[in-house]
């Protein structure tokens, strides 16, 4: 089992920014890769980032490309969401998840799919204002 909570969620201007963080404890943290999803009112969950176990691969929602950056911390057992340049349409609760995978991140119709992923957090509020 793997627990994992979210941090650093808020209510931010547009083009603001914040910094999540997603800590995880139980089993090892390294050995999952971890991915960060997010789901509006109304809407589906939508996977925004993913990063491999070691930290080198990462794979990016083209609607966050070169704004959000994902990163971990294996040693903190930490996964973090950089989000800059935040739009309205950012605002989600925003969640953090663990899977023992045997996909690689660029295998992305496994990467990207919330179903792939054995472990969640219970979601942190982002909202951004216009």
């Known amino acids: 089992q793997v627990q994992l909570v979210e941090s650093g969620g808020g209510l931010v201007q547009a083009g603001g920014s914040l910094r999540l963080s997603c800590a995880a404890s139980?089993?090892?943290?390294?050995?999952?890769?971890m991915g960060w999803f997010r789901q509006a009112p109304g809407k589906e969950r939508e996977f925004v980032a993913v990063?491999?176990?070691?930290?080198?691969?990462?794979y990016y929602a083209d609607s966050v490309k070169g704004r959000f950056t994902i990163s971990r911390d294996n040693h903190k057992n930490t996964v973090y969401l950089q989000m800059n340049n935040l739009k309205p349409e950012d605002t989600a609760v925003y969640y953090c998840?663990?899977?023992?995978?045997?996909?690689?991140?660029?295998?992305?119709?496994?990467?990207?799919?919330?179903?792939?992923?054995?472990?969640w957090g219970q979601g942190t509020q982002v909202t951004v204002s216009s």
């Open positions: 998840a663990a899977a023992s995978q045997t996909w690689g991140v660029a295998q992305t119709t496994s990467s990207t799919n919330y179903r792939s992923y054995d472990y």
């Open positions: 139980g089993r090892t943290f390294s050995y999952y890769a």
């Open positions: 990063i491999s176990t070691s930290g080198r691969s990462t």
